[in-house]
């Protein structure tokens, strides 16, 4: 049976494009959900930006490693509130980002 933890865990294979960190240690996920038959899983995220022109390709990869679970329906909402911020990044992202940038 698919399970949050298990998307939570594929979805730390979708990097962000511009930084190379997962978006889930980048805090950019603030929500999944799954059915209880593991068919559906919905999930609320946000982007570092608004208007980050990157969202398309993020959303068919979160798309594409949550269907290869089993989930038949994948549905991406997306949300600014909050807004994102680097407080809501993993204490290894905060190590990563603060060597990159």
């Known amino acids: ?3 949050e933890d298990m998307v ?3 979805l730390t294979d979708v990097l962000d494009p511009e930084i190379q960190i997962d978006i889930v240690n980048l805090g950019m996920v603030y ?4 059915s209880e038959d593991g068919k559906k899983v919905v999930i609320t995220m946000t982007l570092t930006t ?3 022109p990157i969202f398309d390709d993020i959303k ?3 798309i594409e490693r949550v269907q290869a679970l089993g989930a038949e329906e994948v549905e991406v909402n997306l949300t600014f509130d909050p807004p ?3 407080e809501m990044m993993s204490e290894e992202a905060k190590l ?6």
Do not use: H, N, P, S
């Open 1 to 3: 049976m698919l399970t």
């Open 8 to 10: 939570r865990e594929a």
């Open 31 to 34: 929500g999944i959900d799954v």
């Open 50 to 52: 608004m208007g980050c």
């Open 60 to 62: 068919q990869q979160i």
């Open 84 to 86: 994102w911020d680097k």
């Open 96 to 101: 990563v980002f603060k060597y990159l940038f």
